[in-house]
Structures are given as C-alpha cells and as structure tokens.
C-alpha cells in the first residue's frame, strides 16, 4: 500500500486512536484523515495533479503532517521546506524543485518563483468537489516526497523517494524493534531532514501516534523531557550531537520509563558516550542507523551492546 492508502486503512480500523499531537492538541486517525482528504481534494480543486511537486514551507506542528498527508493523497509530492532558511535558499529549492504549488504560513512573505503561493489559511478555505476521490491510477512505486541534501558539498540536490521505499524501511525493521500501534514517536527534527521520514511515517505506518516537537522545544533539553514525559514518548529519535545535550539535561531531570527505544542517525556515534545514559536506562534500547537521503533515511542499524558502550 501507498504510504496514504496504508493511512486509511488505519483510520477505518482504529478511528478513534491518536494519530498525531503536538502541544497544542491531538487529531485521531478518523480526523486526521478527514481533513487530509478535504485538504486533498482543494489541491485536486487548484488543478493539483498526479506527480505534481507540492512545497511545504511550514512550522513544526500536527497540521504540518496533515498537509504532507493531503499532498500524498492528492498523488502529488511533497517537497519540504524548512521555513528557517535564508530567503535565497528558498527561492533556490522552489525554482530547482519546479513547484506547481507552495504551502506557507498566514502572513508570510514567500518567493516561489515558477509556482502558485498558498497561505495555509487560503487552503483550508477552497472549496472542494464533495465527490472528490483519490486517483485509482496512483500506485506504491510512485514518488511520495522530494528531500534536498544539505549542500554541504555542493548545491542541494533534491532526492525523490517512493511510497514502496517508504514502506520498505519500516517493513525490514518493524519486527526487530517491536513497533506498535501502542508507541508514541517523537517528530523532533526539521521536517527538510530526512530524519523526519521515518519519525513521521514510522509512526503512522505502524498505527503509533507521532508527537510534534515545537522547533523552540527541541532546542531546550529540560523543556523537551517535560513534554516527552508527559507525552509518553516511548519512542525518541536523536541526531548524537542533540542527544549530548538531552544526556545533561536527564541527569537532573530523568526520562521516563515509558521510553524503550532511542534511534541515532545524521552523524557519526561515539558508543563510548552512551555508557551513562545506559546504566541510568538499562530498559532502553540505543539503536544506530546509518543510511543516506538517496537510500531512504536508513540502510543499516545496529543495537548497541554493552561491549560497544565500554
């Protein structure tokens, strides 16, 4: 199934759980689905086709993974934009990406040359055929979401990435971890990274629920454990250079015992390092993944041992 077909089939077999929060509030599957599918069919109404590249240039909250979910439903691409970057990288990634549509804040002054500009407030607002249904001709092996590199080593280069990837990922890793529909996935990174894949999608693919992390959350460590805490994260995902952070912050204001499984990517992983946090949470399981955005987040994963930590 296509990542928004998989969605739907939740949201008739458990409509009532949690699908995704943030501080705010909470959306059940039964709604969260529904106002992807009226987002979806205002898409269909602009002229939003199959294939099409849809831009996000949104902050951190649960109506940011509505909107990636209408886009998918809508058989478009996403194409996330992180709306802290330089003005000149935006106009770049709108202009490379050839966007048919981008998606921004109310307010917000956007240049996305070559596409039609959205307010999310306009959005909402268009008015969508009832009868609206999603394209049967979509299928698992078309592209769900177009990321950029970071450019470290050149210009950005956008990597598109299928639904069936998608599910692969978490298809090959959703036994060994034990995932859920009873876990709860933090969304602590930039939606641009492609972290945020597999801490969105993880969760919902698998029936969880998805936490969003505020942006100005994920930069205060002890802020952060008091809403993971009182959230129930159960499972947390965590660049190294992050978790070094959170580590300081926990040994005056400790996790709590609903977190199981802690998952690192993005950089390099000094074991060494963990050997505190460990012995202070010997239930957690400290996993390392290792993959590039071309690969879909994550290739490899390795379950730390106590021999790797000392």
């Known amino acids: 199934?296509?990542?928004?077909?998989?969605?739907?089939?939740?949201?008739?077999?458990?409509?009532?759980?949690?699908?995704?929060?943030?501080?705010d509030g909470a959306l059940s599957y039964a709604e969260l689905?529904?106002?992807?599918?009226?987002?979806?069919?205002?898409?269909a109404a602009r002229g939003v086709a199959r294939g099409d590249h849809v831009g996000l240039c949104l902050p951190r909250s649960r109506h940011l993974?509505?909107?990636?979910l209408a886009v998918l439903k809508a058989g478009a691409v996403y194409v996330p934009i992180d709306p802290d970057y330089p003005a000149e990288r935006?106009?770049?990634?709108?202009?490379?990406?050839?966007?048919?549509?981008?998606?921004?804040?109310?307010?917000?002054?956007?240049?996305?040359?070559?596409a039609t500009v959205l307010a999310m407030s306009?959005?909402?607002a268009t008015p969508a055929a009832a009868d609206w249904r999603p394209d049967p001709d979509c299928a698992i092996d078309d592209p769900a979401y177009m990321i950029?590199?970071?450019?470290?080593?050149?210009?950005?280069?956008?990597?598109?990435?299928?639904?069936?990837?998608?599910?692969a990922l978490l298809g090959a890793v959703e036994r060994d971890f034990a995932l859920t529909c009873a876990d709860v996935w933090s969304f602590f990174h930039s939606f641009a990274f492609d972290f945020s894949v597999w801490e969105v999608w993880g969760a919902l693919i698998t029936g969880a629920r998805v936490h969003v992390v505020a942006h100005a959350t994920s930069r205060d460590p002890q802020a952060f454990i008091a809403e993971a805490n009182a959230q129930g994260v159960s499972v947390l995902s965590q660049t190294p250079s992050a978790f070094g952070q959170l580590?300081?912050?926990?040994?005056?204001?400790?996790l709590g015992a609903q977190l199981r499984l802690v998952v690192f990517g993005g950089e390099a992983l000094s074991p060494s390092r963990l050997a505190a946090f460990q012995d202070a949470h010997p239930h957690v399981a400290l996993v390392n993944m290792y993959g590039i955005t071309e690969t879909t987040v994550?290739?490899?994963?390795?379950?730390?041992?106590?021999?790797?930590?000392?």
Do not use: N
């Open 90 to 114: 935006i106009a770049y990634l709108c202009e490379d990406a050839a966007l048919t549509l981008a998606v921004c804040d109310d307010g917000r002054e956007f240049d996305a040359p070559g």
């Open 122 to 124: 306009q959005w909402r």
């Open 1 to 23: 199934l296509r990542i928004d077909q998989r969605i739907a089939e939740l949201a008739a077999l458990q409509a009532d759980a949690a699908a995704v929060s943030d501080a």
């Open 65 to 68: 993974v509505t909107a990636a």
């Open 298 to 310: 994550h290739v490899s994963f390795h379950r730390l041992s106590d021999e790797d930590l000392r």
């Open 247 to 254: 580590m300081a912050a926990d040994r005056e204001t400790p």
């Open 148 to 167: 950029y590199t970071s450019g470290s080593t050149g210009r950005p280069k956008g990597v598109r990435v299928s639904h069936r990837s998608v599910q």
């Open 33 to 43: 689905e529904r106002e992807a599918a009226h987002l979806a069919a205002g898409l």
